[in-house]
């Protein structure tokens, strides 16, 4: 059984990236690093605390309410501007007849509340202010007399062909306001006019993100609630809260009712209402009475817990460390085998060549050994047929020999690498029969003033290889080119991977180094490529830039430190 456990540790280490010693080293790090993230931070918080606290949380919770006033203020700007439209499109329908019968805006009256439950009814006015038809739950307003009504002298009086009112009773006497539209048709001013319940209004105000947090209410100029909660008011009732005109949105302090609290505000654009939202619970100052006393008990109480967890910590993080090494060791085994997988067909004729050759050399000196066809061979000749023979097997060895050195498994291991050389070792080792064979033209532009670069040549070269086929399969089985420059920007070396092939779309761009995302047909990709070479290059201390033209071809650029951090 101990043998057992033994053999599985063994296995595990063995599919891990890098040795024994760099976990203990890294979890002797980690100590260190989390005694000074835990602890430094937490006395000097304390000190922070207790001076800038209050001023913390009272500037976030104006920024929140300023946040929430702000896009319900919007929702409702939207909200009254879709309505004015409704009886904009309405009156100015071709197809509206001047004037109409109640029974045709009865029809009309159908369609609005299609758009908003919120609309009551609907009337038509003369010239005179005379409600001439009427459809809606209260048919004895029609005939009835508006002139003297302030939002009909407000709508006939102003330059704007439209009115939003306050919530009035009317009369109806019941809680609703009026949206007015006027036209002039001949020689005669009409008004349509609608009627909305607030009520439905505000619900729908209520179920936005963010309402159940606070208290929302509306008031008009003269501080009377226009929509308002059962909790701290009713309509048409005078509101403790009326917000400045200036600036239109903004946070304020307000003593109410021996409560302090914080408000925020926002005037509307299309109607003279504030939407005001308050926090749904007092904020208690007694709350911070003793406050860093309390504060100092806390810390002590976490800098003795802190130090009793932190090797356990410690440990938690070395082991995730060795799991994520883990997968992405794997996951870059698998980009290795994929990349290897592409490149099959290729390899299988380079090794297929000097294959035939030593078939050929071979049945040749078997001929000639064969007494029936009474022929001989000299020394000389017969060192020239085995030299073949032997040249055909080392040119198999070195292609397979390139292929296992690529694809095995290994410790990471940084050493100084000339950038050149790393590359020339993908495409003159690897590539260069497949490129042979799809007419693609490789074009290298190094730099030959490049200094040493300390780098796994190994883990590099995968992610050359991974552009590089990615470049080939954009070019979709067409001639093309793919140029290979390298120099230095910024003291970090430079890679640039550039292919005339179909590009890369726009909303394909963000997702390229996702993991198992491919825009390939299904078996033509694993989508590990790219997302195993982010990776890689990020561990490495650089970074993968990518810059691409639809129907032109794209450009991956690495970024390499001469030294990893």
Same mark, same amino acid.
């Given at each position: ?194 009627? !909305?319940?607030? =009520?439905?209004?505000? *619900?729908?105000?209520?179920? %936005?993100?963010?309402? +159940? @947090?606070?208290?929302?209410? $509306? ?123 592409? !490149?099959?067909? =290729?390899?299988?004729? *380079?090794?297929?060549?000097? %294959?035939?050759?030593? +078939? @050929?050399?071979?049945?040749? $000196? ?140 726009? @909303? ?58």
């Amino acid at each position: 059984m101990v043998a057992k456990s033994g053999k599985n540790t063994d296995s595990l280490a063995e599919s891990l990236p890098f040795n024994r010693d760099h976990y203990k080293d890294l979890k002797r790090k980690q100590i260190i690093r989390l005694l000074l993230f835990y602890l430094g931070p937490l006395i000097v918080l304390i000190i922070f605390f207790s001076i800038q606290y209050n001023a913390l949380v009272s500037e976030s919770r104006r920024l929140h309410l300023t946040a929430i006033a702000e896009n319900q203020s919007n929702t409702l700007n939207l909200f009254l501007s879709e309505r004015i439209v409704n009886l904009d499109n309405l009156i100015d329908d071709p197809r509206f007849q001047h004037p109409p019968t109640s029974s045709n805006l009865q029809i009309y009256l159908e369609r609005l509340k299609m758009n908003s439950q919120s609309f009551i009814d609907i009337g038509y006015f003369d010239s005179s202010g005379i409600q001439t038809a009427y459809a809606g739950p209260y048919p004895s307003l029609e005939k009835v007399d508006y002139s003297s009504e302030d939002w009909f002298q407000r709508l006939r009086e102003g330059e704007k062909r439209f009115i939003i009112t306050d919530i009035y009773l009317g009369f109806r006497q019941i809680p609703h306001f009026t949206i007015a539209v006027s036209r002039n048709i001949g020689s005669e001013e009409i008004v349509l006019r609608a009627s !909305l319940d607030p =009520g439905n209004i505000y *619900e729908y105000m209520r179920s %936005l993100e963010g309402a +159940n @947090e606070v208290f929302i209410s $509306i008031v008009n100029e003269d501080g009377y609630y226009q929509l308002v909660t059962p909790h701290i008011g009713t309509p048409l009732e005078t509101s403790s809260i009326v917000p400045p005109q200036n600036p239109r949105l903004g946070a304020e302090n307000v003593k109410i009712e021996g409560s302090r609290i914080t408000y925020a505000y926002s005037w509307l654009r299309l109607a003279d209402w504030a939407l005001i939202v308050q926090p749904s619970d007092d904020e208690k100052q007694e709350f911070f009475s003793g406050f860093n006393l309390r504060i100092y008990i806390i810390a002590a109480s976490m800098i003795i817990l802190i130090i009793l967890v932190i090797a356990f910590r410690a440990n938690k993080l070395v082991e995730m460390q060795m799991e994520t090494d883990r997968t992405r060791a794997q996951l870059e085994h698998a980009s290795k085998l994929a990349s290897v997988g592409e !490149l099959a067909a =290729g390899i299988a004729h *380079e090794i297929n060549n000097p %294959l035939a050759i030593i +078939n @050929e050399e071979a049945g040749l $000196i078997k001929d000639y050994m064969d007494p029936e066809f009474g022929e001989s061979m000299d020394p000389e000749r017969l060192k020239e047929h085995l030299n073949s023979i032997q040249s055909s097997v080392f040119r198999c060895r070195d292609i397979t020999h390139k292929l296992l050195r690529f694809v095995r498994k290994s410790d990471v291991e940084l050493k100084t690498h000339n950038i050149n050389e790393i590359i020339d070792g993908v495409v003159d080792g690897l590539l260069v029969r497949e490129m042979r064979v799809s007419n693609i033209e490789i074009e290298k532009k190094y730099s030959s003033d490049i200094p040493p670069v300390m780098t796994d040549s190994n883990q590099l070269q995968q992610v050359i290889l991974n552009i590089i086929n990615n470049g080939v399969d954009a070019l979709e089985g067409q001639a093309g080119q793919i140029s290979i420059s390298t120099g230095m920007n910024n003291n970090k070396v430079r890679i640039s991977i550039n292919d005339t092939g179909k590009g890369i779309k726009p @909303e394909d761009m963000e997702k390229l180094f996702i993991p198992f995302y491919t825009t390939k047909e299904v078996g033509k990709g694993t989508g590990l490529g790219l997302s195993v070479s982010y990776g890689i290059i990020k561990s490495l201390g650089g970074e993968i830039k990518v810059d691409s033209t639809v129907g032109k071809g794209s450009e991956f650029t690495i970024i390499l430190p001469l030294k990893p951090g």
